[in-house]
C-alpha cells in the first residue's frame, strides 16, 4: 500500500510539473506576440509636452484666480482709465486690489496695511526718539558747561590762589569772567617755587594762555554747550569735573601736583628749566580742552 501511495504522489508532481512549464511558455509566446509602441519623433514629443504645460498652465492661472484679476482689470480700465493719458493704470489697479470673496486673500492684505502701518508708526517713533536724544544731548551739554564754568570760577579756589593767578587780570569774585592766564592757572596751578622763584608750570604754559585775554562767562557757557568737540566735551564731564569735585582737589588745581613731580624729577630742575618743555608735557586731554578754548577765544 505505501509503495502504491508513492507512486500516485510521484505521478502527480510529474504532471503538475509539466503543466507549469507549459502555462509559462504560454505566456512567454503571448507576451512575444504583443505589438511594440510606435517610436514618435522628438518634434512632435515636445510639442505634446508644450500643449500639456500649456493647458495645465492656463489652468493654474484659473484656480489662482489671475484670469480674474485681468477681466476686473479690463473692466477697470474700460470704465475709469480708457480716456485718461495715466501710464500707471496697471500698478495703481494692482496696488488696490483684492479678492473680495478670498478670505485668504483678504486676511493677507488686512496684514499687509497692518504691516504698513505698523512700519510707518515705529519710523514716527524713532524720529521721535532720535528727537528727544538730541534734546537730552544739549540738555546734557548745557548743564555740564554751566557746571564747569562754576568750577573754573570758584569763589573758594579764587580767595586762596587769586594773589598770584591774577597777574594782568582782576580776581574773578563774581564768576562773570576769567582769562586765559587764569584759566590755566586754574587747571595747573599758580604756585612759586621757593627754590627758583618762578611759577613751575608756567613752563609748560601754552603761548595763547600767557596773555590777559578776557572770556566772559556768557561766550564761555555759550561754546560749551554748543561748540565745545564732542571728544573734548566728554572728557569735561567724565573725567575733568570728577576730578576736580574730589574732595582732595575740590578746591585745587588737578593738575599741579603732577606736573610739578614730573618737573622736579626731569633732571632740568633747577638749573636747566629752559629745557623743561622737552622732558614734560600736559595731559593730552588736557592738551586738547586747551586747544579749543585757544581756538575759539584768543583770537577773537
Known amino acids: 500500500l505505501i509503495r502504491l501511495l508513492a507512486g500516485v504522489f510521484q505521478q502527480l508532481e510529474m504532471d503538475g510539473a509539466s503543466a507549469s512549464k507549459k502555462d509559462d511558455s504560454a505566456v512567454a509566446d503571448s507576451v512575444m506576440e504583443l505589438p511594440l509602441p510606435p517610436m514618435l519623433p522628438f518634434e512632435e514629443l515636445a510639442k505634446s509636452q508644450r500643449v500639456s504645460d500649456f493647458r495645465a498652465f492656463r489652468q493654474y492661472l484659473v484656480d489662482s484666480g489671475v484670469v480674474k484679476c485681468l477681466v476686473k482689470l479690463y473692466q477697470h480700465t474700460v470704465k475709469n482709465e480708457l480716456r485718461l493719458d495715466n501710464p500707471k493704470v496697471v500698478q495703481d489697479f494692482f496696488l488696490s486690489y483684492q479678492e473680495s470673496d478670498d478670505p485668504e486673500a483678504q486676511e493677507c492684505s488686512r496684514l499687509v496695511r497692518e504691516n504698513a502701518s505698523l512700519r510707518a508708526r515705529n519710523a514716527r517713533l524713532e524720529e521721535q526718539v532720535a528727537e528727544l536724544m538730541y534734546e537730552r544731548g544739549k540738555q546734557q551739554r548745557l548743564k555740564t558747561s554751566s557746571v564747569l564754568w562754576r568750577t573754573l570760577a570758584s569763589t573758594a579756589f579764587w580767595k586762596t590762589h587769586g594773589a598770584s593767578a591774577c597777574a594782568g587780570g582782576r580776581r574773578p569774585d563774581r564768576a562773570e569772567s576769567l582769562t586765559l592766564q587764569q584759566l590755566f592757572a586754574r587747571m595747573c596751578g599758580c604756585t612759586v617755587d621757593t627754590k627758583t622763584g618762578c611759577v613751575l608750570v608756567e613752563l609748560l604754559r601754552p603761548a595763547q594762555f600767557a596773555i590777559a585775554k578776557i572770556i566772559s562767562k556768557d561766550d564761555f557757557l555759550l561754546w560749551a554747550a554748543r561748540d565745545m568737540p564732542d571728544t573734548v566735551q566728554a572728557w569735561v564731564e567724565n573725567i575733568l569735573l570728577p ?58
Open 243 to 300: 576730578m576736580m569735585h574730589s574732595e582732595e582737589l575740590q578746591n585745587a588745581p588737578p593738575f599741579e601736583v603732577e606736573l610739578l613731580d614730573e618737573i622736579r624729577e626731569s633732571g632740568m630742575y633747577p638749573n636747566k628749566l629752559n629745557k623743561v618743555s622737552t622732558e614734560v608735557a600736559l595731559d593730552l586731554c588736557l592738551v586738547s580742552f586747551l586747544e579749543a578754548i585757544a581756538e575759539r577765544f584768543a583770537s577773537s
